[in-house]
């Protein structure tokens, strides 16, 4: 099993930011993709950022030039620096790992979310 937990949520302020960190652990072969989602109420789940182990990363375009996403190997952990926050970043955000479980089968595991608040 694979756990994912996540730290770093909480109340800011519009114009100010935050950083998300998600660490995985547990038996696994490796992590490929690490990412970010995010569900606001009443909304749908959606994809935040993502990175791959090479270091090539996607960003959701309400978050270009503002989120940052990175991840460190030897650690399985992965950040998400958020800077110029408005209160429409207000979510739950998900960590997500896509981890080879045995390198031919990959596995998706979810962390159990941290509250983003931005207040106006």
């Known amino acids: 099993q694979v756990q994912l937990v996540e730290s770093g949520g909480g109340l800011v302020q519009a114009g100010g930011s935050l950083r998300l960190s998600c660490a995985a652990s547990?038996?696994?072969?490796?992590?490929?993709?690490m990412g970010w989602y995010r569900q606001a109420p009443g909304k749908q789940r959606e994809l935040v950022a993502t990175?791959?182990?090479?270091?090539?990363?996607t960003y959701a375009d309400s978050v270009k030039g503002r989120f940052s996403i990175s991840r460190d190997n030897a650690k399985n952990t992965a950040n998400l620096q958020m800077n110029s926050l408005n209160p429409e970043d207000t979510a739950v955000y998900y960590c997500?790992?896509?981890?080879?479980?045995?390198?031919?089968?990959?596995?998706?595991?979810w962390g159990q979310g941290t509250q983003v608040t931005v207040s106006s």
């Open positions: 547990g038996k696994f072969f490796s992590i490929n993709a």
């Open positions: 997500n790992a896509i981890v080879n479980a045995i390198p031919t089968i990959s596995i998706a595991y």
């Open positions: 990175i791959t182990s090479g270091g090539s990363t």
